[in-house]
């Protein structure tokens, strides 16, 4: 049997006749930069995450980018966040001239450890990138505590995490902007690259606004310089489509997660570390990631048997050559240099079916038995 990581052939047959009709709606209409489409999804997601304001952008990179430069983040100024997450977050920071502070993660949820952070504050703190790591929140109460109790902002790094939640609230309405990322293999996909940044501060919202068009207000008058950093409207409109059902795929997100769990203890008892939906959370699942001290091994087993499997992430930030500027040295962030030998992401969507996921368990309990 042959199990992908990703399979988004089903999914297109699915909604196929509505993707082709609104595409060709957008091409017959000859509007293909910020229009109707682009301002029903930022309208749409905004409302989904209960705030006042959605601004799409070209990523979930730019998003962040634009993000940090809009609540004030520039050259010398310290964001602290997590090491353990996508390059595209510590990217972000660099690109400004500003200093990433890294901090340790919580070893069970894998996002950044909250009540490590007050420890990293300093008078050059501008901001706290919480990631949203494999679409569980972070504990946002107490990192909102710490921002509050010493006036830094909060960028949601929610690239991950589109529909989940903490304490009933969704991500992107618990920081000062949430950054989301529509690249085809996130829970809402695009069919190529798209973000999208969500804030209720007006002020923060027409920031972006101007900085996502060279910086440009009125059109060809420039006072800030910004990017050329815009939702494409063709890929608008496939989301538009596909965010009718974000929150059913959560729920067979959900579902498939939950079939691991129990087929792995039922066939494998505590062999490996499962995920762990921690209270509080709504977990969506945009990963299923197991923890094995033998991972390598698993990994190149399972690939010998049709199934595919994946690391996020195999080298932490702190470690990256690129960031070597920062100092920090191996040893420093111990739970994440940790996970980073042991994660592995089994294959996870929506249409996966029950007999691949028996499979994939079957095989891994092979493994560990042989």
Not at 95 to 104: E, I, K
Not at 139 to 159: F, Y
Not at 317 to 337: I, M, N, R, S
Request: overall charge negative; hydrophobic content about 40%.
């Amino acid at each position: 049997m042959r199990v992908p990581m990703l399979d988004l052939s089903e999914q297109y047959q699915v909604l196929r006749e509505d993707i082709i009709k609104t595409m060709d709606e957008v091409m017959s209409s000859s509007r293909f930069i910020l229009g109707d489409n682009v301002k029903q999804l930022e309208a749409d997601v905004a409302s989904y995450s209960n705030v006042n304001h959605g601004i799409g952008v070209a990523s979930g990179s730019d998003a962040l980018l634009l993000s940090l430069q809009a609540v004030g983040v520039g050259k010398g100024d310290e964001v602290i966040t997590s090491s353990f997450t996508f390059f595209a977050t510590v990217g972000a920071i660099a690109r400004l001239g500003a200093v990433p502070v890294f901090v340790d993660i919580d070893p069970i949820s894998y996002n950044i450890d909250a009540h490590k952070i007050e420890a990293v504050v300093t008078e050059k703190t501008k901001a706290i990138i919480p990631v949203h790591l494999y679409g569980q929140a972070a504990e946002m109460d107490k990192i909102r505590e710490v921002a509050d109790q010493h006036n830094v902002a909060i960028v949601e790094d929610a690239a991950q995490a589109i529909g989940a939640t903490y304490d009933g609230k969704k991500v992107g309405e618990l920081g000062d902007t949430a950054c989301f990322s529509f690249f085809p293999t996130k829970n809402l996909g695009a069919y190529g690259d798209g973000g999208m940044v969500i804030t209720n501060s007006e002020d923060v919202a027409e920031k972006i606004r101007v900085l996502r068009v060279h910086g440009s207000k009125p059109k060809y008058y420039h006072h800030v310089l910004g990017y050329n950093s815009r939702l494409d409207e063709l890929q608008a409109a496939v989301l538009n489509v596909k965010f009718k059902h974000l929150d059913s795929w959560s729920s067979l997100r959900r579902e498939k997660a939950a079939n691991y769990t129990q087929l792995i203890k039922e066939q494998l008892g505590d062999v490996i570390t499962t995920p762990v939906e921690l209270d509080k959370r709504y977990h969506v699942f945009h990963q299923y990631t197991i923890r094995t001290d033998r991972r390598e091994e698993l990994q190149a087993f399972l690939k010998e048997n049709g199934i595919d499997s994946m690391v996020y992430y195999p080298k932490p930030l702190h470690l990256q050559p690129v960031f070597e500027e920062y100092g920090y040295k191996k040893g420093d962030l111990p739970e994440t240099e940790k996970a980073a030998e042991e994660v592995l992401s089994l294959p996870m969507f929506p249409e996966l079916k029950l007999e691949q996921q028996k499979y994939v368990v079957e095989k891994m309990k092979d493994f560990f038995t042989k």
